[in-house]
């Protein structure tokens, strides 16, 4: 009897590419962060149901916001908000990290907020301007990429794109929606 090798979890999967892109070695990023960002237990952040109804209303307007474009994750983030109408906030993901986004501690990470890192190592575009998200609760960040919207599950999407430095986050604009 024969048994099947387990099959490996994201967070495995992801460690694995890192490494075979000369990224990551004994657990951390050639950057010096680790390859691995964990949601600590007591540090979770804000459950859906438990965001305001304008929190709520920016997430609907995030689905509602299709992908401007290829590299254009800021300008995506930044017209969901614009729906909601309390104005228009313009920058890169590395000027909105910069300004914005002033929070590490995952128990400060609510719905609405965006995510940010000021650059990340997956393209000449993300070395320069980094890479923004907005979180949706739930443990789920969603962006735009290659043309897309997704949604993606907190701890990979902050494992993936904080290979070169912390990711933060904060309210856009410093417009709390709570």
């Not at 967070?11 to 951390?28: K, N, P, Y």
């Not at 949601?39 to 920016?58: C, N, V, W, Y």
């Not at 902050?158 to 430095?165: D, N």
Request: net charge neutral.
């Amino acid at each position: 009897m024969t048994r099947e090798a387990p099959i490996p979890t994201a967070e495995q999967r992801l460690v694995s590419s890192l490494e075979q892109r000369g990224f990551v070695v004994q657990g951390r990023s050639k950057w010096g962060e680790p390859a691995l960002r964990t949601i600590p237990a007591g540090h979770e952040p804000q459950r859906t149901k438990d965001a305001s109804a304008l929190q709520r209303r920016f997430v609907a307007c995030a689905y509602a916001t299709p992908s401007p474009g290829d590299d254009l994750c800021a300008s995506w983030v930044e017209q969901a908000f614009s729906r909601l109408g309390l104005g228009v906030v313009l920058g890169d993901a590395a000027h909105l990290y910069q300004s914005y986004c002033h929070h590490d501690d995952l128990a400060n990470l609510l719905v609405g907020m965006i995510v940010a890192v000021p650059q990340h190592p997956y393209s000449v575009q993300g070395t320069i301007h980094g890479h923004v998200g907005l979180y949706i609760g739930d443990d789920t960040v969603m962006d735009s990429i290659e043309g897309r919207t997704r949604k993606v599950p907190l701890a990979l999407w902050l494992s993936t794109y904080g290979l070169m430095a912390p990711p933060r986050w904060g309210w856009l604009g410093s417009m709390g929606l709570t």
